[in-house]
C-alpha cells in the first residue's frame, strides 16, 4: 500500500502480471453462473452460485461436482466461472456478475473482483449497494501503474488485489460503501449430528430379597 506520487507515471505497455503474482492461487474453486438445465427440476437443477468441483475439462465442457447436493454431470464452459480467494472471478462478464451479486443471500457491500474476459490481466471491482427494496451494482476499473501496483483512486496504489481489498474494507475512500463480504457462494450444507438416544435407564430393585420368605 502505499500514496501515489502527484502527477502518475505513464502506465507500462509490458504484459500484466500473473494472477498468481497478485493473489493466493491455491484453494479455487468454480461456480455456477445460472441455473442448470435452465428447464430442470428443482432435484436434478444446478443453481446459481452453487459451489462446483471440477472432475475433467473437456474443451467448452467440464464435467463438475456440486457441492451442495454430490450431483456429477456435464456443463458448458462458459456458464462455470473460477473464484481465487473466494473474491476474484475468472471467466464472467459484466452482466453475469451483476446476477450473481444481485441473488437475496447477498447484502449491500458484498463484491467481487472480475477479471476481463477480452483483456487478461485487466480487472474491475463489482459492489452491490441495497437501498431499500432496490439494488444496484457499481463497477470500479482497477488502474496499473508501470510498477505493476493496482489503483482505484489517484490517492492510494497497492502492490496486489488483497491489499487493495483489504484497504477498501477498512475504508470506503471513494467507494459507494465498504466491502463487507465476498459474493455468496452456496456450499454443501452441513448434516445436523446425529442424536444420541438416551441410555436405557436400569431402576435399583426396591425389594429387600432378605424379607422374602424362602
Known amino acids: 500500500m502505499g500514496d501515489l506520487p502527484s502527477k502518475l507515471p505513464k502506465r507500462s505497455s509490458s504484459p500484466s502480471l500473473e494472477i498468481s503474482s497478485s493473489v493466493d492461487n491455491a484453494g479455487s474453486v468454480s461456480v455456477a453462473l445460472c441455473n442448470f438445465p435452465g428447464n430442470g427440476t428443482a432435484a436434478n437443477r444446478i443453481s446459481m452460485s452453487d459451489k462446483l468441483t471440477v472432475m475433467s475439462d473437456l474443451g467448452d465442457t467440464l464435467r463438475v461436482k456440486v457441492a451442495s447436493s454430490g450431483t456429477e454431470c456435464y456443463m458448458p464452459r462458459n456458464i462455470v ?4 480467494n473466494r473474491w476474484l472471478y475468472v471467466g464472467i462478464s459484466r452482466e ?10 447477498n447484502q449491500t457491500g ?9 483483456s487478461k490481466g485487466t480487472y474491475s471491482l463489482s459492489v452491490l449497494q441495497r437501498l431499500g427494496a432496490a439494488c444496484s451494482v457499481k463497477h470500479y476499473r482497477i488502474h496499473r501503474l508501470h510498477d505493476g501496483r493496482f489503483y482505484l483512486f489517484t490517492s492510494h496504489a497497492f502492490s496486489s488485489l488483497s491489499q487493495l481489498v483489504d ?8 467507494l459507494c460503501c465498504l466491502l463487507r463480504q465476498p459474493c455468496f457462494i452456496r456450499e ?3 448434516t445436523p449430528a446425529a442424536r444420541v438416544p438416551p441410555s436405557a435407564c436400569v431402576r435399583k430393585p426396591t425389594i429387600n430379597w432378605r424379607n422374602v420368605d424362602r
Request: net charge negative; proline share 3%.
Open 167 to 174: 484497504h477498501y474494507s477498512d475504508s470506503i475512500d471513494g
Open 96 to 105: 453475469q456478475a451483476e446476477e450473481l451479486l444481485q441473488s437475496p443471500q
Open 110 to 118: 458484498t463484491f467481487m473482483i472480475r477479471e476481463s474476459q477480452m
Open 81 to 84: 466461472a473460477k473464484v481465487l
Open 188 to 190: 454443501a450444507e452441513k
